[in-house]
T-cell receptor, first 118, second 110 residues
Framework: GAVVSQHPSWVICKSGTSVKIECRSL??????MFWYRQFPKQSLMLMAT?????????EQGVEKDKFLINHASLTLSTLTVTSAHPEDSSFYIC??????????????FGDGTRLSIL | GDSVTQMEGPVTLSEEAFLTINCTYT??????LFWYVQYPGEGLQLLLK?????DKGSNKGFEATYRKETTSFHLEKGSVQVSDSAVYFC?????????FGTGTRLQVFP
């Protein structure tokens, strides 16, 4: 069964709306989760590392105020796209790593959220 | 820094053809290597992995061998099916983060 649950799977909304995407780790506790963005026919770009109980770590070029990340519990991280505009339309995917020091184990990915801003 | 270079697609094949998707990497230390597959409209699924030199990962008829001497992790399958049509990502794991290649779209026609 699924290890990571991401919700919603598809969002269509008007420009200026804020959209929240949830990522849940179903089988184990996750102190860290990753948020990726994928443009059509392109690779995944790491946006930020979500850290339970502390601030997220953003990759260079990613706007912190635009993409708010909250990792309030060991099983839930949320990404809020604030005041979304058409250029924010993309496929957003979260992942849960197996744990610190376990880089030889695969990450578990959510099914992604397709965000379309009109 | 660490990086992954993957052959550009799309790769178009007839059913039962042989598949190779090239992947090379640059990394410090001893990374793990992964192939992920993404079906249309879905997230990523792990296809196979290799954690050290000369390891061979395999799954669903796909194989890839971790070649340290050529810094490569090419994906192969002897006989592709229409259901294999998807985007394939080579990835490198050297810390908790993954570094992805650009992805290769595979289209298999009957």
């Amino acid at each position: 069964g699924a290890v990571v649950s991401q919700h919603p799977s598809w969002v269509i909304c008007k420009s200026g709306t804020s959209v929240k995407i949830e990522c849940r780790s179903l089988d184990f506790q996750a102190t860290t989760m990753f948020w990726y963005r994928q443009f059509p026919k392109q690779s995944l770009m790491l946006m930020a590392t979500s850290n339970e109980g502390s601030k997220a770590t953003y990759e260079q070029g990613v706007e912190k105020d635009k993409f708010l990340i909250n990792h309030a519990s060991l099983t839930l991280s949320t990404l809020t796209v604030t005041s979304a505009h058409p250029e924010d339309s993309s496929f957003y995917i979260c992942s849960v790593p197996p744990g610190t020091g376990l880089s030889n184990q695969p990450q578990h990915f959510g099914d992604g959220t397709r965000l379309s801003i009109l | 820094g660490d990086s992954v270079t993957q052959m550009e697609g799309p790769v178009t094949l007839s059913e039962e053809a042989f598949l190779t998707i090239n992947c090379t990497y640059t990394a410090t230390g001893y990374p793990s290597l992964f192939w992920y597959v993404q079906y249309p409209g879905e997230g990523l699924q792990l296809l196979l992995k290799a954690t050290k030199a000369d390891d061979k990962g395999s799954n669903k008829g796909f194989e890839a061998t971790y070649r340290k001497e050529t810094t490569s992790f090419h994906l192969e399958k002897g006989s592709v099916q229409v259901s294999d049509s998807a985007v394939y990502f080579c990835a490198l794991g050297n810390t908790d983060k993954l570094i992805f290649g650009t992805g290769t779209r595979l289209q298999v026609f009957p």
